[in-house]
């Protein structure tokens, strides 16, 4: 088995590249793959509480480096899925603790037993994003369609398409549709537009996504909100499906009409 | 406000079109690592060197980004005084 690595990252923190991981993982995983996802943001990680998965961490990704242990002895069973598993980061570690030579020997060890390796970089350009990317055979770019977001997603696509990793595969999540149709964010062809890439998926802000962190159950596995769909469905992509996006509604004539009606009586 | 102008005729662009617009300078500056000072200062130089050789009409020249997918275009745009222009000053 000759598994794949993708890499998810941003530049910007708090875009939702955590939460993308293990919803991504999730998703690959229900349909049948083998998957393991890394925590790669040493010193700061929360894939663990993501996945429910934080009291049951014996040894971490420093441990497998430094040889405390061997890397099937730190990956962490999934509670739901059989087949899939968390490498988590060491939280008392900084990020100097692993080089991008260290990541691509364990990837590449992983590589032999899974279908899909999922890597969590940290946010930022420096060490831990480098050693994120190194192993990666995509990399996938998560940005808001926010100002500071994209900016930053257009500094990591060139950072990555410059060290050969690309091309990049681009996820927005947090799209507000209804502010789109109010013409207060941008519309999704306006960031590809602005970032020159390809688009793998939209995820629709969603308060399903904040519930689902609190009990540790990422949406993908729970009920059928839209964002799980829509996680669902870049997995699907992923697997070589030709899945359309979701329709979200992006301003039509009629919701204009709608939108004159009701600020017809409002003073200006 | 008349009807047809509130549905067609906005007063302010929309702030999503604001931020792409913004957006599509910032880019084009981080893209080619020129800060909008720095292009102040290519274009004194450029007017300089030019004008060094040939009348050129200082206060037309404009130095700009144009932005293609994934690549930055330095545009110097740089009109000659024409004679008429010389003979008339």
Redesign the interface.
């Known amino acids: 088995m000759a598994g794949k690595v993708l890499t998810v990252t941003s530049g910007k923190g708090g875009v939702g590249k955590t939460t993308v991981t293990a919803n991504l993982g999730g998703a690959l995983a229900l349909r049948g793959q083998k998957v393991v996802v890394i925590d790669a943001d040493i010193g700061l990680r929360n894939l663990d509480v993501m996945m429910g998965l934080e009291n049951r961490i014996v040894y971490d990704l420093v441990d497998v480096i430094e040889g405390r242990c061997r890397l099937r002895q730190a990956l962490v069973r999934d509670k739901r899925l059989s087949e899939f598993y968390l490498l988590p980061a060491a939280q008392t570690r900084d990020k100097t603790a692993v080089n991008p030579e260290d990541m691509v020997r364990v990837c590449d060890e992983l590589r032999e037993s899974f279908d899909f390796l999922l890597v969590d970089s940290p946010a930022g350009i420096e060490q831990g994003f480098r050693v994120a990317v190194a192993p990666a055979d995509m990399v996938l770019v998560v940005t808001n369609p926010?100002?500071a977001a994209?900016?930053d997603a257009?500094?990591i696509i060139?950072l990555v398409?410059a060290s050969e990793k690309g091309p990049v595969q681009l996820i927005i999540n947090r799209l507000k549709p209804a502010m789109?149709r109010?013409?207060?964010?941008?519309?999704t062809a306006?960031v590809v537009e602005?970032l020159?890439v390809e688009l793998l998926g939209i995820i629709p802000d969603d308060e399903a996504i904040i519930t689902a962190t609190n009990t540790g159950r990422p949406v993908v596995f729970s009920d059928n909100t839209l964002s799980s769909r829509a996680f669902h469905n870049i997995a699907r992509r992923l697997l070589g499906e030709d899945v359309p996006f979701l329709p979200l509604r992006e301003a039509g004539f009629f919701d204009?009409?709608k939108r004159?009606m009701r600020t017809?009586g409002e003073q200006? | 406000?008349n009807?047809l102008e509130?549905?067609f005729h906005r007063q302010e662009p929309?702030?999503?079109?604001v931020?792409?617009e913004?957006?599509?300078l910032?880019?084009a500056h981080?893209?080619a690592n020129i800060s909008p000072g720095l292009l102040d200062i290519l274009k004194d130089e450029i007017i300089g060197v030019i004008s060094r050789h040939v009348p050129i009409d200082a206060a037309g020249v404009q130095v700009t980004f144009t932005q293609g997918?994934?690549e930055s275009r330095l545009v110097a745009d740089i009109p000659l005084q024409t004679q008429r222009k010389r003979r008339g000053q």
């Open positions: 926010e100002m994209v900016r257009d500094r060139g398409e789109v109010r013409g207060e964010m941008m519309d306006a602005l020159a204009r009409i004159f017809e200006r | 406000m009807v509130r549905l929309p702030s999503s079109q931020a792409q913004r957006l599509r910032v880019l981080d893209r997918a994934r």
